[in-house]
């Protein structure tokens, strides 16, 4: 298809490192710009603001779930190249980009109604229209994750966020209103479409030549989205109704925040590891048995953010988002636990799908759903307290680890013993570093201080977490035995990038 379609002759490890790392230095741009955009919104605008862009964007987006098809999924695990195939995959695309926006602009007036806001009928109308413009992408992009050019996605992406970014701005400068988030919303996806048929020379025709193919994969991936869209969406059409768009503002904001660890680190590294396993799959070796020792590395470095966001949740909330925002702080403090777990359950389910075992990551994703679902409105039923609902939230996540661990050991033929252990590890020596910290006396606090004060004390947090979090997880690991896992892993990479490092001062020097 492009002239990129032949991949370099590199081990598959390092192409998925390299992978891994374009997709973290897009986070940090994205982050970076995102960090400035909140510090100015959330000064200039309101969290019913927030609140009420949350309905439209959480109602916009169930829609949206429930008509996802995963064909760009289906095409990366594709073997060969086939313009035909991919002139399906868009027809298709398009198709359900259209029956979105009418869906969304013929049941505005029920969504109005159902969260109790009008305001949300012309909100929708204009999110229909982004969501027809959607179905117009450039189809020949999933080549990227294909052959795991993340290099060339953020530079497709850069563009179109920063545009979205000043645009978000300027208006809520000029408006001081919700309409300037939602304007952003329409910009940055116009100019995401435009730029997908500048980065890429493939240019998609109608036709649905090659749609048996693609049914198969799309369909069990259409039923692992729709259980997905329970999981994601439960909250803010739970909470809007009931708590009012203020409230919802306030939680979604703080679980925002809460789980930058998974949108910064786990995403982006999950996402490379999809296109390693299923490029491992069509070369016929199984990638399976890499997932419990890539989770719990990933839960290794994790540990300390969580730590760090859990107990300075406070100053966290002010240097970010200023007093306004001071409520959301136990949100943060709850919530920031969930993403010790999340990592097992990110790439369980990349490594299911990527070997095309759809249909376990559906009954891993409906059961996760389900037991959500009930915990939420079991929790909203006794109480309307948003701290509660958030640790609620984090159980839930705890508990979707272990569904997607036992679907994971029916495939594995080593024990999963020494995997748990490690984790096991890696819990106790974060709590047993939570703990050490509340003797400071310097987290979890409510008292005014400057957003440059409070930035400071987050960085002195982060820091002092990580020294007491080192000598933890080393002790406990020297306890164990020092058995085989990710804290060997971890000795191994720091003794190979210390080496480098020793050669390039020595080749350097006199």
Known sequence: MSDGAAKEARP?????????????????????????????????????DFGLIAMATTFAGAVDALSQLGLQDALVRHVGDSRRLFNTAFTLQVCRGALTALVVAGASPLAAEWFNEPRLIPVLLVLAVSSLAAGFENIGIAEFRQQM??????????????????????????????????IGIVVGQLGRVAMTYVAHPFRPRFGLAE????????????????????????????????VGSTKLGLYLLG????????????????????????????????????????????VLVVMPMAVTLSYGADFVIEALLGPKWHEAAPIVAAMAWLCVASPISFV??????????????????????????????????????LDVVAIAMTICVFLECCAFTL???????????????????????????????QQSGSGWQNEPISALRAALV????????????????????????????????????MRHYGGLLRVRLSASGP
């Open 12 to 48: 598959l490890a390092i192409q998925t490192a390299i992978g891994a790392l374009w997709l973290l230095v897009w986070r940090l741009l994205s982050r970076s710009l995102g960090l400035v955009s909140t510090l100015v919104l959330a000064r200039v605008l309101v969290p019913a």
């Open 458 to 493: 987050c960085i002195e947090i982060a820091l002092l977490a990580l020294t007491i979090y080192i000598p933890l997880i080393s002790g406990l690991w020297v306890i164990a035995g020092r058995p085989a896992g990710p804290e060997t892993r971890a000795l191994e990479m």
């Open 255 to 298: 679980a925002e925040l809460a789980m930058l660890p998974l949108s910064e680190l786990v995403a982006p590294v999950a996402d490379a590891l999809f296109a390693a396993f299923a490029a491992a799959q069509k070369d016929g070796s199984s990638s399976v048995h890499h997932a419990p020792s890539v989770a719990t590395m990933l």
């Open 211 to 242: 749609w048996r193919e693609l049914a198969g994969f799309s369909l069990w991936t259409w039923a692992s989205w729709v259980a997905s869209l329970v999981w994601d969406r439960i909250d803010p059409f739970v909470l809007g109704p009931t």
């Open 149 to 182: 050019r993340y290099d060339r996605q953020v530079r497709l992406l850069f563009l179109p966020r920063l545009l979205q970014v000043c645009c978000t701005i300027s208006a809520a400068l000029l408006l001081q209103s919700y309409w300037a988030l939602l």
């Open 407 to 437: 679907l994971l050991r029916g495939l594995l033929k080593e024990s999963l013993r020494p995997h748990v252990a490690a984790f096991v590890r890696i819990l106790l020596a974060g709590v047993l570093a939570m703990l050490v910290l």
């Open 348 to 385: 369980c389910n990349a490594v299911l799908v990527a070997n095309g075992r759809v249909r376990r990551s559906f009954t891993g994703r409906l059961t996760a759903s389900i037991v959500k679902t009930v915990a939420f409105v079991a929790v909203l039923s006794v109480t309307r307290r």
